[in-house]
Nanobody, 120 residues
Framework: VQLQASGGGLVQPGGSLRLSCAAS????????MGWYRQAPGKLRELVAR???????NYLDSVKGRFTISRDNAKNTVYLQMTSLKVEDTAVYYC???????????????WGQGTLVTVSS
């Protein structure tokens, strides 16, 4: 299983970016999908998560600015980020809880990380 993230980059404060992450491989089922971030010198934190039924939860500091969504047919999760702030600067990692064929349990998989820099 591979998670391929894309969409990071440099944006000015107040700007927007959209991150995407596609899961591929021997996937039988995906439970939740989400985005984490890690800023320099800080611990990795959960930014947003969406279940296979569409329920979402967000880090308090991004509520109202970020929107997570997923396309189950494409095994893809998105993070629409608006009103970006300097403090949103971090490496963003996608995460998915996946059951592969031949197994009856779920495991966490991670994407490679994509850098989001918010700066004027």
């Amino acid at each position: 299983v591979q998670l391929q993230a894309s969409g990071g980059g440099l944006v000015q404060p107040g700007g927007s970016l959209r991150l995407s992450c596609a899961a591929s491989g021997s996937i039988n089922s995906i439970n939740f999908m989400g985005w984490y971030r890690q800023a320099p010198g800080k611990l990795r934190e959960l930014v947003a998560r969406v279940t296979n039924s569409g329920s979402t939860n967000y880090l308090d500091s991004v509520k109202g600015r970020f929107t997570i969504s997923r396309d189950n047919a494409k095994n893809t999760v998105y993070l629409q980020m608006t009103s970006l702030k300097v403090e949103d600067t971090a490496v963003y990692y996608c995460n998915a809880n996946i059951q592969t064929y031949g197994r009856n349990w779920y495991e966490d998989y991670w994407g490679q990380g994509t850098l989001v820099t918010v700066s004027s």
